[in-house]
């Protein structure tokens, strides 16, 4: 059974993409066949696998207003086993289009099931809102992977999403489960990191994952040469901490 | 005439909500009659100044759907010279109300408009987004403060913002200027902070600000105890350059 995890929340700048990237990168590094779709305006995900997206034939844009399928608009990247669905600007328009559609909020979920056999793994970026693109992202998923900055803004709106996390599950998606929390950015020199970690392990216990990814210049220096850290610089302490939560991503039952 | 200047970045997490704090404190430390707009649901600014955003009577929801007026939500702060219109979850329902209301891209001008007496400096802080709320907040103001986070995602959504601005500027608000772009979260030792910096003073040259806000963990910890950074730890890195931003912004007219 393929594993739909999409990556959110939205507070901005926590991780997401570099989440995104850098777990799909490390599944196709283990030959687990990974597609990546982006569906942040913004087009991180694409640009931090060296696509240039202002230069696409096709986006989930066109997929999620039903102009194309999934499988015409997904690009090969520098790693075999890896796909991507891009995203570009055009999204934004799709917010405010898909407002009038049809099943606005499972137009992802069909593209999706359709291709279902083909891969192992399907990881989803979202934009930093609770829009009916991050709606349809959360519907479409099996699991909802929520990185989680150490500081302060981050650990408040934490309360927010899991709420809606729980509507989404109530109305679109009754299997939506937690795959977990992930501790990122974390500077073990500050006290504010450690007590943010001990925050979030005290309410949220073992939906919080063993690895905690530091922060490390290395991890924002990869997108910038459009290649995920492990291509960029695989001894890293960026890389080797998304490695080692790789591993416990392939490993682990959903933990609830 | 009052100053209203919206602060404002699509990519997340690059330092809107920091530099709207920090900016109208030290604007209220130096006796300028300042208020602060919190339009971003994540209620961020409200609560880095100590407010608990579960527990309001009125926030800038209820002005922007007509239920109250502006003047109905004020609250003080701990600073004299600073109030601030808090916002809180309830504004995510407001963007789907909007919607369907008339003049919704003006309510929040036309709410501002009636105030303007009353303050020198009115300062608003938005979402990680370009939705009704930030059309509200672009189309309420005299000019634009842009934070530029020196790391390469933020450097590559500068281009769409400004693309967005200018469709502002056409459409509902003819006179809005750019404030200018300030650099944040520069780390002085890594290479990435110092491109960023470079390319950003090569492409918008003069509009960049000189005071550059420095990577510096007191301004992570300050929301923590509800205080703007110059409360919390005057002598900090942090709180030496919002008040030297401070004084550029105080001193110099708009970069155009
Ligand atoms: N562990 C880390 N150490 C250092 N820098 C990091 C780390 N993780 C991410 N970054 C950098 O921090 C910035 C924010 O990360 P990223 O863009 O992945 O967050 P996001 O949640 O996807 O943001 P948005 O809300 O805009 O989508 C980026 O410039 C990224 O390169
Ligand atoms: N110069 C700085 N040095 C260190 N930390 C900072 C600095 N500026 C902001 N921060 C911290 O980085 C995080 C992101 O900043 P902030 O929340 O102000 O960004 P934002 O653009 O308002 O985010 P959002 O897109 O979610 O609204 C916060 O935890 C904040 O405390
Ligand atoms: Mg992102
Ligand atoms: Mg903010």
Redesign the pocket.
């Known amino acids: 059974m393929t594993r739909i995890i999409t990556v959110s929340n939205q ?3 926590v991780g997401k993409t570099t989440t995104a990237v850098n777990l799909a990168a490390a599944l196709a590094v283990a030959e687990k066949r990974t597609l990546l779709i982006d569906i942040d305006p913004q087009g991180n995900a694409s640009s931090g696998l060296g696509k240039d997206t202002s230069d696409l034939d096709g986006s989930i844009y066109h997929v999620l207003i039903g102009e194309k399928s999934l499988p015409e608009v997904i690009l090969p990247t520098d790693l075999p086993y890896l796909s991507l669905a891009p995203s570009n600007i055009d999204l934004i328009g799709a917010e405010i289009e898909m407002l009038d559609l049809p099943r606005r909020e499972t137009r992802l979920k069909e593209a999706v099931v359709s291709r279902h056999g083909e891969y192992e793994f399907i990881i989803i970026d979202c934009p ?1 809102s609770l829009s009916i693109l991050t709606v349809n992202a959360l519907t479409a998923a099996r699991s909802v992977l929520v990185p989680l ?1 150490c ?4 650990l408040e709106g934490l309360t927010h999403l899991m709420k809606t996390i729980g509507l989404i599950r109530s109305s679109f998606n009754p299997g939506l489960a937690l795959e977990g929390i992930l501790l990122t950015m974390y500077s073990p020199r500050t006290n504010l990191s450690r007590q943010v970690a001990e925050e979030a392990r005290e309410h949220f216990s073992d939906k919080v994952f063993q690895t905690v990814i530091p922060r490390n210049v290395r991890l924002s220096e990869a997108p910038s040469f459009g290649k995920p850290v492990i291509l960029y610089d695989i001894r890293s302490k960026g890389a080797e901490a998304y490695l080692a939560f790789t591993k416990e991503v392939i490993s682990h039952e959903q933990k609830g």
Chains 1, 2 share one sequence.
């Open positions: 507070k901005g700048g930093p900055q500081e302060y803004f981050a």
